[in-house]
């Protein structure tokens, strides 16, 4: 087949953010929009020709379409073997896992996560590298450098379209297709880790429940194969299985607040004894059990303590790793067990280098990210069999792990309030008037809070050097306290603004109370310091987590 060369012109705003380049469908499907991304990322990767690359993506509405352009494209820029997903399908740690268990040169993950899909939804696209993580700054920052020159791409004369319905290999031009089940390889690793013996035990205990809302998104197939054939759950223990590509019209965000058919579940007298929620793309995780919501920070620092009871982590941990807007509790964790913690800036591209240099075994953040050393993404069903195989081995109910956990460990209540769509040059001002006031606040008290200290995060690499700025601001306060603010790289819409809120309560005695309202005088301190309610004219956050 023919190779044709399509001239084309740089697009503006095709800077990929916290997880690849994100927009609107309608704005990916204007004329060259896709191509000219594709085309900058294989142009910046010296040795992709003859090269294989995985691709899948979550199945929301333009994956189809995308997938088709993009194997052409990878023909006629002379990549030699593609291994798909069948349907174009694959969850993002099963993409990951893919590209390190066939060694891969890297990646085409399409996905907007957690933002609605459908034709008026968000669709996204990510470059991944041969760890299976998401391409470190240096490489997107290449990619973008390209995007702002790009003059030209490859695709092929013939617009065939390749059939990815069934498993098998099949060629295009001279690349070779490898259209592989979705879940087969994931499914395999994720037998290595836990010990399905028991969870299969656990199952079959008389009066045990689980329910995982899938959310009509990547994980249903997924965890109807692991849950429900493999481990015996019941049918029906997996709800809203069927990938759709508008996700049913839903918000495939695993929280409280978009979660609402699996809590109403969770709420209810007759609850289940586990359930969980994953998101778009299959890489968040949210645990939930009977009427009770286990928060992410405290899920990652649950699953280091008791990771020993684990058979893939039964020699220990290397370290952990959170992000740095994620609560201390995990900190706590690794102080017990003598490990190093490592605090990284948002997104799971900085967890990378510590996972492969051997610095830490699991890594999380508070947006619902929980992973380990298995592959280089945060990992939404590896999470729901960890927390299943604990309940296993304790024989305790969810809520009894987290309150012996506090009680151990004392408890970091936390929440995050983000305010969404807000005018972006309102929230840049609102940013940059607190980054001004940095300096100045030690010493300051704020609605009755003393400040302590006062920065703009930055990060060194521990493994390469490399430094990144300006990744949230941080009010520390004399309690132990802490605030953090920042701008989200993930929206579509306006801007974004995430306030971080964190306390520390030792005292088991005050252990049961309300997050939101232990948290009162933080969120005063964080209105007088910002003025962000007055200034964005919000009575409320739009989402509290
Ligand atoms: C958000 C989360 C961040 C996460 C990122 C990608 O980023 O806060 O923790 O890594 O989404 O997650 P931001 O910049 O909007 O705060 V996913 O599941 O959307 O790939
Ligand atoms: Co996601």
Redesign the pocket.
């Known amino acids: 087949m023919r190779v044709k060369t399509v001239a084309t012109r740089p697009i503006e705003g095709q800077q990929p953010?916290?997880?690849?380049l994100r927009k609107k469908v309608a704005v990916f499907r204007e004329p060259g929009y896709l191509e000219n991304f594709v085309q900058s990322v294989f142009d910046v990767l010296p040795g992709l020709a003859g090269s294989t690359l995985v691709l899948g993506g979550d199945g929301r509405f333009f994956n189809d379409r995308a997938i088709q352009i993009i194997l052409r494209m990878a023909a006629a820029n002379g990549v030699g073997r593609m291994i798909v997903g069948r349907d174009g399908l694959l969850s993002?740690p099963a993409a990951s896992e893919l590209i390190r268990s066939r060694g891969a040169f890297g990646g085409l993950i399409l996905?907007?996560?957690?933002?609605p899909g459908g034709p008026d939804g968000d669709f996204g696209i990510?470059y991944n590298i041969g760890n299976g993580g998401p391409a470190p700054e240096a490489v997107t920052a290449a990619v973008h450098q390209r995007t702002l020159a790009i003059d030209r791409w490859l695709t092929l004369e013939d617009d065939v379209d390749v059939d990815l319905g069934r498993v098998g290999a099949t060629t295009l031009g001279a690349m070779t297709i490898e259209i592989v089940d979705p879940v087969a390889s994931y499914a395999r690793l994720m037998q290595r880790l836990f010990d399905f013996d028991r969870l299969r035990a656990l199952l079959a205990r008389p009066g045990f429940r689980i329910c995982f809302d899938a959310m009509h998104a990547i994980t249903g197939p997924y965890a109807t194969e692991i849950l429900e054939r493999q481990l015996g759950a019941p049918t029906g223990s997996v709800i809203n299985a069927r990938p759709l590509p508008d996700f049913g019209g839903g918000h495939p965000d695993p929280n409280p607040v978009w979660a609402t058919e699996l809590l109403a579940r969770m709420n209810g007298a007759d609850a289940p004894d586990f359930g969980a929620a994953s998101?778009?793309?299959g890489?968040?995780n949210m645990i939930v059990g009977a009427r009770f919501i286990v928060t992410p920070s405290d899920s990652l620092a649950v699953l280091a303590a008791n990771a020993t009871l684990v058979p893939g982590y039964a020699a220990g941990l290397k370290g952990v790793a959170r992000?740095m807007?994620t609560s201390a509790a995990v900190d706590r964790v690794a102080q017990a067990l003598g490990i190093p913690c490592h605090e990284t800036p948002?997104?799971?591209k900085f967890f990378g280098n510590l996972l492969d240099a051997g610095l830490c075994t699991l890594c999380g953040?508070?947006?619902?990210?929980t992973g380990s050393d298995h592959v280089r993404e945060?990992d939404g069903l590896w999470a729901v069999l960890f927390w299943l195989n604990l309940l296993a081995v304790r024989g305790e109910s969810v809520e009894a792990i987290v309150r012996a956990h506090w009680r151990r460990f004392g408890r970091n209540v936390y929440s995050r309030h983000d305010y969404e769509a807000v005018d972006a040059a309102v929230a840049q001002q609102i940013v940059a008037g607190l980054r001004a006031e940095l300096p100045a606040l030690p010493g300051r008290s704020a609605a009755g809070l003393a400040v302590s200290r006062a920065d703009d995060f930055a990060y060194t690499d521990p493994v390469d050097g490399s430094i990144s700025r300006g990744q949230g601001l941080r009010v520390f306060f004399a309690d132990g306290s802490r605030l953090v603010l920042?701008?989200?790289?993930?929206?579509t819409e306006g801007a974004?603004l995430?306030l971080y809120l964190e306390r520390y309560e030792p005292d088991p005695a005050r252990h049961g109370i309300d997050a939101q309202a232990a948290l009162q005088p933080l969120i005063d301190a964080a209105e007088a310091l910002t003025a962000l309610r007055a200034r964005t004219g919000r009575a409320a956050p739009d989402v509290i987590t």
Do not use: F, Q, V
Request: neutral net charge; glycine residues 20%.
């Open positions: 953010g916290t997880s690849g993002t996905s907007a996560s957690h933002n990510k998101d778009g793309d890489d968040r992000s807007p948002t997104g799971w953040e508070e947006s619902a990210g945060k920042r701008l989200s790289g993930t929206g974004t995430r």
